[in-house]
């Protein structure tokens, strides 16, 4: 492949990549608003129902890439919203552990499942080996979210961040892709 062709490519990768987590974003926020929860919110369920049982606060955190100010926070509105019950550990009664709670967490699945199934169809087409690359390419996603997570929350980004002038007045000009 050409220098040119593999740019040309890039930069489809690029446009392609900002349209699907535009997307993706735009279709979190609506789930989240038709089960009447923050996008966060709606997320941490997901991430506590994989998670296999109760966690800490501290686990929602390191899940979330929140602090755990925000984490107790969220937590506190699952709470309220029913989706989660605090409990004490049966090992160690000084500890606070989060669980789901089951028909909410139903419930989240039942919407789901109304709108899963135009998701899965998109997988029927592509090859085991194609699946098994796009599998691939989400776990290298997922481990690189996490790690700009932190460089965001880090304390010398912040700092870098200050030094930097203010920005100016939006020119209405695209936003400059991503690398």
């Known amino acids: 492949m050409s220098a040119n062709a593999r740019a040309r490519l890039l930069d489809e990768l690029s446009t392609v990549s900002r349209r699907y987590l535009a997307s993706y974003a735009l279709f979190n926020q ?20 994989l998670e296999g049982g109760p966690v800490t606060t501290g686990r929602i955190a390191e899940l979330t890439g929140l602090t755990t100010g ?14 989660v019950v605090r409990q004490r550990d049966a090992d160690d ?3 606070v552990l989060v669980a789901t709670v089951p028909e909410k967490v139903a419930e989240f699945g039942r919407v789901w499942d109304r709108l899963g199934g135009g998701w899965y169809a998109l997988f029927d087409e592509p090859a085991d080996d194609e699946l ?48």
């Open 30 to 49: 609506a789930l989240a608003d038709r089960l009447k929860l923050y996008p966060t919110d709606m997320q941490c369920v997901n991430l506590l129902s």
């Open 93 to 95: 009664r000084r500890r």
């Open 132 to 179: 098994a690359l796009v599998i691939g390419h989400m776990r290298r996603t997922v481990d690189l979210s996490a790690e700009q997570i932190a460089r965001l929350r880090d304390v010398d980004f912040q700092e870098a961040d200050e030094d930097r002038p203010e920005p100016a007045e939006p020119s209405g000009e695209a936003l400059p892709s991503s690398s």
């Open 70 to 83: 925000s984490a107790t926070r969220l937590v506190d509105r699952l709470e309220k919203a029913g989706y």
